[in-house]
């Protein structure tokens, strides 16, 4: 048995069809970055008086298996987790060789997911299923590598196997979305006064907490859609600033291209920003923070397009 290593982890993924239950085929294997999933089980202290001061036995809680899931941002893999985060979408094409899968925030139901997080090293292989994909975060920067973040509920994990049970999973990876290609645009123009800014939408998820034998959830019920984040802005009063003063609504968009068509971008057409402070703290230039929302008033809050060759992600 050899020690296990994180740069030989493989993981592979795939959509259930019924909450909770892994999917016996349709695996895909996809890149990750690293990931805190798993299942923990905390310890109740005894509470019981009258046998002396020393310590009874502890009682067993609740099941939680929730986690973060680091992933990188590239022009393949990541349409997989949307799907997850937002539901299926709606897909065109090909034109060019290319197909144009458009997701869109607010459905009704969303999809659950089995992840198989593997270390051939020992070999180790568990599978966390009932994942629900909570909240998905992307920062933007000038320069570094592109990621993102997914905040998961799960229901359980499989005890590790020296076995996959993923089969021969379809390999799902291609080149990564760079933070040097990245632009932001204010009112369908492009924004040149901003140093950061992250986007980030969450579906707000409820946990069907009831009581259960094994501890574990029942699932998870979608909340109030939610799509937000940050901006920072360097130098004089500019667009951000006269919406915010106005209290008028900006359409905002994020978005990555490479030079083989294939494109992210996530829209976000009404969103509503706060006034900010202009606070100095040295010598350097003068940045403001914008800490927006967007708002579901008129359209769906968040539109993602994803620019890519596969065809599907069903």
């Known amino acids: 048995m050899g020690r296990p290593l994180g740069i030989n982890a493989v993981m592979a993924a795939a959509s259930e069809t019924v909450y909770g239950q892994v999917p016996a085929s349709t695996f895909f294997k996809l890149p990750l970055i690293s990931h805190g999933l798993g299942e923990e089980q905390a310890l109740i202290e005894d509470d019981q008086l009258g046998f002396g001061r020393e310590g009874l036995d502890p009682t067993y809680d609740v099941i939680t298996a929730d986690g973060d899931l680091m992933v990188p941002v590239e022009q393949r893999g990541i349409g997989f987790w949307l799907r997850q985060t937002f539901g299926p979408p709606v897909t065109t094409g090909p034109t060019g060789g290319k197909y144009t899968h458009v997701f869109t925030s607010g459905a009704q139901a969303l999809p659950s997911t089995s992840i198989e997080i593997g270390q051939p090293d020992e070999p180790s292989y568990s599978v966390h299923y009932g994942l629900v994909l909570n909240t998905i975060k992307i920062a933007l920067a000038r320069s570094g590598m592109l990621n993102a973040t997914l905040s998961m509920i799960g229901q359980g994990e499989v005890d590790p196997t020296v076995a996959s049970v993923a089969g021969s999973p379809t390999p799902l990876r291609g080149l990564r979305f760079a933070q040097a290609t990245g632009s932001i645009m204010v009112d369908g ?45 360097r130098g004089p009063r500019g667009t951000l600033f006269n919406k915010s003063r106005g209290k008028i609504s900006a359409a905002l968009s994020f978005g990555w291209a490479l030079g083989d068509g294939t494109s992210l971008t996530f829209a976000l057409p009404r969103v509503w920003l706060p006034k ?25 809050q968040m539109t993602v397009t994803l620019v890519t060759d596969v065809a599907s992600y069903a």
Request: hydrophobic content about 40%.
């Open 189 to 233: 123009v492009v924004a040149g006064d901003i140093v950061s800014a992250d986007v980030a939408y969450s579906n707000q998820l409820d946990k069907v907490e009831v009581i259960r034998a094994d501890g574990r959830i029942a699932g998870v019920d979608p909340g109030k859609a939610m799509s937000n984040g940050s901006i920072v802005v």
């Open 276 to 300: 900010p402070k202009r606070p100095i703290s040295g010598p350097k230039g003068v940045t403001s923070t914008f800490n927006y929302q967007a708002s579901g008033a008129a359209a769906a």
